[in-house]
Each structure stands twice: as structure tokens, then as C-alpha cells.
């Protein structure tokens, strides 16, 4: 069974960058087809996806997120980041990573972390 | 503002049916899949229905999901107590090459 636990600081200062990682067990971050996402949740909101990188190194972000977002991955940590830039306090969240089984280019099964909660400050 | 929209919430009776709705464009549940989660309070989300109507594995035969066109529903039969919580769409989006997730809808089993 895939385990994954988010990682980082829960407090960054306003107009930083967020770094968050996310740790996995019982799998390969370099081995099988994973779609690996960052999925966030603003206090008492929904649900956001903020994006995903798969095997290949192929990323694809929210258009919102773009030109502040990177996702990567680092196959010798078994691990994968976000890094989030400019931080404003609508960036504060709940910040989950994600693995999602990917079968024919479409995912299907995933595993989800606790989440890591992101407060920002002025 | 979701793209994928949700009634903010449902309500059902203990052991009948509550059907939650989700509707969105040709570009996203038009031409792809949808998937449904579940989030009780305090939890991550946990994945009901990936491919529209397809169930991982333990979760019970009670949840079950459709899609027709644009729209997609899931049904919860037999409601228990312990299903109140947020139910959430979710599905890419070709326009926009994203995944969006729909607003949510919070279920009340009276």
C-alpha cells in the first residue's frame, strides 16, 4: 500500500515562496505510471488541483497557478516538490500530495497524504 | 468560481437514496471521464468513482456513478449516518489541460 506524507514549513512570509515535499513508501516515484499531484483546500473551501508531473517529467499546472507553480521530482529521495512563489494569503491552505494511477493516459485509483496545513503571514 | 457545478448541498432519510449532481461542458465531462470523492469531516478526500461509474476496490456497492453528456451523478443508496460529509466531482478539462474539481456538495443524512 502506498503511503505518501507531505512535508515543509506551515508558516511562510508573504510574497515568499512555499516549498512542500512529498515523501513515498511502498512505491517508486520512478517505477510504475503515476500522475504525481498537489491538490490544496483553503479553510472550510474546496477542493483545488494545483498539478501534477507524471514518469516522463511532464508537468501540467492550473492555469490560475502557472506562472508561479513548479512541481518536480527527485527520484533518488523517492520524493516530489512544490514550490509555489509570491505567496498571498489566498494561498493559504491545506496542502495534499497525491498519487494517481495512471492507466492509458487517464488516471483511475490514487493515494492522498494527510496534508500539510500552509498559513501565511504579512 | 468551479467550472464543474455542484448543488452546495443534499439531504437524505437513513436506508434510501440521495442522487448528487454534477454538471459541466464539452470540454471537460463532454469528452472525459469523471471521478467522485468523499471527504468526511477532518479527512482527506477518499476516491469513490474513477471512469465514470467504476468503484475502487472497498468501496461499497451502495455509491455507484453515471455520466450522460455533459452531466454526471452519484447515488448513494441505502444512506447511512457515517456518509454525511462533502462529496466532490472532479474530471480534466481538454481546454484548459487541467483537472478541475466541482464546488462541492455537503450531505446531510436527517
Known amino acids: 500500500q502506498m503511503q505518501l506524507q507531505e512535508s515543509g514549513p506551515g508558516l511562510v512570509k508573504h510574497s515568499q515562496t512555499l516549498s512542500l515535499t512529498c515523501s513515498v513508501s511502498g512505491g517508486s516515484i520512478s517505477g510504475g505510471h503515476f500522475y504525481w499531484t498537489w491538490v490544496r483546500q483553503p479553510a472550510g473551501k474546496g477542493l483545488e488541483w494545483i498539478g501534477r508531473?507524471?514518469?516522463?517529467?511532464?508537468?501540467y499546472y492550473n492555469p490560475s497557478l502557472t506562472n508561479r507553480v513548479t512541481i518536480s521530482k527527485d527520484a533518488s529521495k523517492n520524493q516530489f516538490s512544490l514550490n509555489l512563489k509570491s505567496v498571498t494569503a489566498a494561498d493559504a491552505a491545506l496542502y495534499f500530495c497525491?498519487?494517481?494511477?495512471?492507466?492509458?493516459?487517464?488516471?483511475?485509483?490514487?493515494?492522498w497524504g494527510q496534508g500539510t496545513l500552509v498559513t501565511v503571514s504579512s | 468560481q468551479s467550472v464543474l457545478t455542484q448543488p452546495p448541498s443534499a439531504s437524505g432519510t437513513p436506508g434510501l437514496t440521495v442522487t448528487i449532481s454534477c454538471s459541466g461542458s464539452?470540454?471537460?465531462?463532454?469528452?472525459?471521464?469523471v471521478y467522485w470523492y468523499q471527504q468526511l469531516p477532518g479527512t482527506a478526500p477518499k476516491l469513490l468513482i474513477y471512469w465514470n461509474d467504476q468503484r475502487p476496490s472497498g468501496v461499497p456497492d451502495r455509491f455507484s456513478g453515471s455520466k450522460s453528456g455533459t452531466s454526471a451523478s452519484l447515488a448513494i443508496s441505502g444512506l447511512r449516518s457515517e456518509d454525511e460529509g462533502d462529496y466532490y466531482c472532479?474530471?480534466?478539462?481538454?481546454?484548459?489541460?487541467?483537472?478541475?474539481f466541482g464546488g462541492g456538495t455537503k450531505l446531510t443524512v436527517l
Open positions: 497525491v498519487a494517481v494511477i495512471e492507466v492509458a493516459g487517464k488516471g483511475t485509483v490514487d493515494y
Open positions: 472532479a474530471g480534466w478539462d481538454g481546454r484548459v489541460s487541467g483537472v478541475l
Open positions: 464539452s470540454s471537460n465531462l463532454g469528452s472525459h471521464e
Open positions: 508531473i507524471d514518469i516522463s517529467g511532464v508537468t
